[in-house]
């Protein structure tokens, strides 16, 4: 059973940084694709930023230059370290991995960026 286990969400000051972490459990193979996403309360679910198995990234326009995602293979786990924030970065953030065509998400967790 495939298994994803978030962490690193808290509430923080504008200008604050955070760095959340997703491993994922019960995956035998490789994982090809790796993402983070976030929902805001009445809104769609948007890409963040994503990393492929060759290291290759993408980045939402609002969060260039302030967020790097990042993995470790060895570990299964992805990472999001997010600086500079903002509190329109206030959302839930969920991760997403896909190995080869099955998706799986995990359970999400708050970033709150208030003064």
């Known amino acids: 059973q495939v298994q994803l286990v978030e962490s690193g969400g808290s509430s923080v000051q504008p200008g604050g940084s955070l760095r959340l972490s997703c491993a994922a459990s019960g995956i035998i193979s490789s994982i090809n694709f790796m993402a983070w996403y976030r929902q805001a309360p009445g809104k769609q679910r948007e890409l963040v930023a994503s990393i492929t198995s060759g290291g290759n990234t993408n980045y939402a326009d609002s969060v260039k230059g302030r967020f790097t995602i990042s993995r470790d293979n060895a570990k299964s786990t992805v990472y999001l370290q997010m600086n500079s924030l903002k509190p329109e970065d206030t959302v839930v953030y969920y991760c997403?991995?896909?190995?080869?065509?099955?998706?799986?998400w995990g359970q999400g967790t708050q970033v709150t960026v208030s003064s």
């Open positions: 997403y991995v896909r190995p080869v065509l099955t998706g799986y």
